[in-house]
């Protein structure tokens, strides 16, 4: 006997932007109801009734599909990611350019095209313009955007061998692999249900017990929430312009790097990747290199503030040499997995020895980026592995033209074909980076300027707008084509190239 759907599966099989839709209408009564409490009456007006009509239009749209046959295409999944990253931002902006009312609606679109897909630059670089529930909003679009990508990366970038997986998977970026599919990959909506039951919860009480410690360790409620959604999303969105302006100190730095770790491999928190066969956390390549870059990085910039300190008789400085020293390794850990977020000690790091820091090092690290299947951007380092593999092998030949390479199952894979598509990768990456440089170019944007944004988009880490450069970069001071040629870079760093490619190719929406 069939059972008939239930009022869960109804939903479950309604079109997935939808569902998204109908998520965002409902988050939109936190801040309403936090305006409130606040007595910010306007601003939880404008998100009450934003609330109110997204549920609505949720409810006839739903009722509109009832009956009706799913019918989810092979890249259908992919091209409800791509609508939401490029069109949900729509309506995101709604109740905060309504709540605000002070600034156009371009504005407040291209603000939360920033947030939802975690680059976090900002066009209101004066906290107190924004009011305690806008900076909510903010804060809590960009860690939505962020457990987005997290279910994104296992339930519709993995079985397409996109996202990074493609290093190591046996078939084509963009297609299943058919020999395993039949055991690894289930239908699409059920592996979504599946791998959201697993993560949400996840990613719910590691956010929560951040903002715990961070109120702890001194913050006022608000900014440890903002925070601590800032840190998972890898987002670094800040009510009060940055950990300078937090008062958790060196501890609440400590506590959020402990929380970074997890955008660093997502085998810090599951097995349920590729690199899982490397044979445990210790092993892992991501995490590895990670490390290697957070304490390999920062002691160069060490020895060299060292030398410099010691070139103007300030050896004897152990403590500022100690500060210099954590500063340098926070900041690392933060732009390497596109967080964004600058120690407060960072400036200490820069000035003690009389030396500056170039922000190239910073942009470098962003566009390595982060784990796969992490909320992080950038290149990933497993592609990064891959390609160090590579090298090394390559070197390998020349001394020896005729060994054979071994190692692990993992090592062949990447070696035999992981190697090839992480440098296609890189090349997209790098054509990319050019093109949205040359056009910022030639909207009027200086060199410079136009080098740091398209990194900053591509990398997903808006922070480099105000850290990269000798001076921070205005998005609101650009021309109507420059923040949309921004916005659009962001949403093409976020889904990454591959991705737009799949969805361009004719023959994978067959079926």
Same mark, same amino acid.
């Given at each position: 006997?069939?059972?008939?759907?239930?009022?869960?599966?109804?939903?479950?099989?309604? *079109?997935?932007?939808? #569902?998204?839709?109908?998520?965002?209408?409902?988050?939109?009564?936190?801040?309403?109801?936090?305006?409130?409490?606040?007595?910010? #009456?306007?601003?939880?007006?404008?998100?009450?009734?934003?609330?109110?009509?997204?549920?609505?239009?949720?409810?006839?749209?739903?009722?509109?599909?009832?009956?009706?046959?799913?019918?989810?295409?092979?890249?259908?999944?992919?091209?409800?990611?791509?609508?939401?990253?490029?069109?949900?931002?729509?309506?995101?902006?709604?109740?905060?350019?309504?709540?605000?009312?002070?600034?156009?609606?371009?504005?407040?679109? /291209?603000?939360?095209?920033?947030?939802?897909?975690?680059?976090?630059?900002?066009?209101?670089?004066?906290?107190?313009? &924004?009011?305690?529930?806008?900076?909510?909003?903010?804060?809590?679009?960009?860690?939505?955007?962020?457990?987005?990508?997290? =279910?994104?990366?296992?339930?519709?970038?993995?079985?397409?061998?996109?996202?990074?997986?493609?290093?190591?998977?046996?078939?084509?970026?963009?297609?299943?692999?058919?020999?395993?599919?039949?055991?690894?990959?289930?239908?699409?909506?059920?592996?979504?249900?599946?791998?959201?039951?697993? #993560?949400?919860?996840?990613?719910?009480?590691?956010?929560?017990?951040?903002?715990?410690?961070?109120?702890?360790?001194?913050?006022?409620?608000?900014?440890?929430?903002?925070?601590?959604?800032?840190?998972?999303?890898?987002?670094? /969105?800040? *009510?009060?312009?940055?950990?300078?302006?937090?008062?958790?100190?060196?501890?609440?730095?400590?506590?959020?790097?402990?929380?970074?770790?997890?955008?660093?491999?997502?085998?810090?928190?599951?097995?349920?990747?590729?690199?899982?066969?490397?044979?445990?956390?210790?092993?892992?390549?991501?995490?590895?290199?990670? =490390?290697?870059?957070?304490?390999?990085?920062?002691?160069?910039?060490?020895?060299?503030?060292?030398?410099?300190?010691?070139? =103007?008789?300030?050896?004897?400085?152990?403590?500022?040499?100690?500060?210099?020293?954590?500063?340098?390794?926070?900041?690392?850990?933060?732009?390497?997995?596109?967080?964004?977020?600058?120690?407060?000690?960072?400036?200490?790091?820069?000035?003690?020895?009389?030396?500056?820091?170039?922000?190239?090092? &910073?942009?470098?690290?962003?566009? /390595?980026?982060?784990?796969?299947?992490?909320?992080?951007?950038?290149?990933?380092?497993?592609?990064?592995?891959?390609?160090?593999?590579?090298?090394?092998?390559?070197?390998?030949?020349?001394?020896?033209?005729?060994?054979?390479?071994?190692?692990?199952?993992?090592?062949?894979?990447?070696?035999?074909?992981?190697?090839?598509?992480?440098?296609?990768?890189?090349? &997209?990456?790098?054509?990319?980076?050019?093109?949205?440089?040359?056009?910022?170019?030639?909207?009027?944007?200086?060199?410079?300027?136009?080098?740091?944004?398209?990194?900053?988009? &591509?990398?997903?880490?808006?922070?480099?707008?105000?850290?990269?450069?000798?001076?921070? =970069?205005?998005?609101?001071?650009?021309?109507?084509?420059?923040?949309?040629?921004?916005?659009?870079?962001?949403?093409?760093?976020? #889904?990454?190239?591959?991705?737009?490619?799949?969805?361009?190719?004719?023959?994978?929406?067959?079926?």
């Amino acid at each position: 006997m069939i059972r008939p759907p239930n009022l869960q599966d109804r939903v479950l099989q309604l *079109p997935l932007f939808l #569902l998204m839709f109908g998520a965002a209408s409902v988050s939109m009564l936190v801040p309403a109801i936090h305006g409130g409490v606040i007595r910010e #009456l306007a601003t939880a007006r404008a998100f009450l009734y934003s609330a109110t009509l997204g549920i609505v239009v949720f409810g006839l749209i739903a009722l509109a599909h009832a009956g009706r046959a799913p019918r989810h295409g092979t890249l259908g999944p992919l091209m409800s990611l791509f609508s939401a990253f490029a069109f949900l931002p729509l309506f995101l902006a709604v109740p905060f350019h309504e709540g605000l009312g002070t600034t156009s609606f371009l504005n407040a679109y /291209i603000e939360m095209i920033s947030s939802f897909t975690t680059t976090g630059a900002t066009l209101f670089d004066t906290p107190g313009r &924004l009011n305690d529930s806008l900076h909510l909003w903010r804060a809590q679009v960009g860690w939505m955007g962020g457990l987005l990508m997290w =279910i994104a990366a296992s339930a519709i970038l993995a079985p397409l061998n996109l996202g990074g997986f493609e290093v190591t998977a046996r078939a084509e970026p963009g297609r299943f692999d058919e020999r395993n599919m039949r055991h690894h990959h289930p239908e699409g909506r059920a592996r979504l249900v599946k791998v959201s039951k697993t #993560l949400v919860p996840i990613y719910i009480g590691l956010t929560l017990l951040l903002w715990v410690l961070l109120i702890f360790g001194g913050d006022r409620s608000l900014v440890a929430l903002c925070h601590a959604m800032s840190i998972m999303a890898t987002s670094g /969105i800040s *009510p009060v312009g940055g950990i300078s302006g937090s008062e958790a100190g060196i501890s609440g730095e400590m506590v959020m790097a402990l929380f970074m770790l997890f955008a660093l491999s997502r085998m810090t928190f599951s097995t349920d990747t590729v690199t899982s066969e490397s044979g445990g956390l210790r092993h892992d390549p991501e995490f590895r290199i990670g =490390i290697a870059l957070v304490l390999g990085v920062p002691l160069i910039l060490f020895l060299r503030h060292f030398l410099g300190a010691i070139d =103007i008789g300030e050896q004897n400085r152990l403590i500022a040499a100690g500060v210099a020293l954590w500063g340098s390794v926070f900041t690392v850990l933060s732009f390497l997995t596109t967080t964004g977020f600058a120690s407060a000690h960072w400036e200490t790091s820069q000035n003690w020895s009389g030396l500056a820091t170039p922000g190239m090092i &910073l942009m470098g690290l962003a566009m /390595i980026g982060g784990g796969v299947a992490t909320t992080a951007g950038g290149v990933k380092l497993l592609r990064v592995f891959a390609l160090y593999q590579a090298g090394l092998r390559e070197m390998e030949k020349l001394v020896h033209p005729h060994s054979v390479g071994g190692g692990t199952s993992l090592g062949r894979r990447v070696l035999k074909g992981g190697a090839f598509i992480a440098w296609i990768f890189f090349m &997209l990456f790098a054509i990319s980076l050019t093109f949205v440089t040359l056009v910022l170019g030639s909207l009027g944007v200086d060199f410079e300027s136009s080098l740091t944004m398209a990194v900053a988009a &591509l990398s997903t880490t808006g922070p480099l707008l105000d850290w990269a450069g000798d001076a921070p =970069i205005r998005l609101q001071e650009l021309g109507t084509g420059a923040k949309s040629v921004f916005a659009a870079a962001m949403v093409l760093g976020r #889904l990454e190239t591959l991705a737009i490619i799949a969805l361009l190719t004719p023959d994978l929406w067959r079926g």
